[in-house]
Nanobody, 121 residues
């Protein structure tokens, strides 16, 4: 079994910063591409950023220039550094992992439960 657990969300004023973390627990052998997605009130879930196992990052339009995704493979953890936050960044932020290998078992399309980010104006 694997579990993705996000942390670091909270309430911040516009222009502020937050750093989200996502830890994958379990007897992990490897994790493929991981990423952050978000879902605001009344909105569809959207891509924020992804990062491959060799550290190639891609960003959604809303994140470019303000957010930075990174990962620590030794800790099975990814991070999302968010700067210059705006009220429209208010959303639940979800961690995702494409494939997680535990021994010879593969777990696909893995999601965390999310962490709430609220940006006040």
């Amino acid at each position: 079994q694997v579990q993705l657990v996000e942390s670091g969300g909270g309430l911040v004023q516009a222009g502020g910063s937050l750093r989200l973390s996502c830890v994958v627990s379990g007897s992990i052998n490897s994790i493929d591409t991981m990423g952050w997605y978000r879902q605001g009130p009344g909105k569809e879930r959207e891509l924020v950023a992804t990062i491959t196992d060799d550290d190639t990052a891609t960003y959604g339009d809303s994140a470019k220039g303000r957010f930075t995704i990174s990962r620590d493979n030794a800790l099975n953890t990814i991070y999302l550094q968010m700067r210059y936050l705006k009220p429209e960044d208010t959303a639940t932020y979800f961690c995702h992992a494409d494939r997680i290998l535990v021994g010879r078992l593969g777990y696909f399309d893995n999601w965390g439960r999310g962490t709430q980010v609220t940006v006040s104006s």
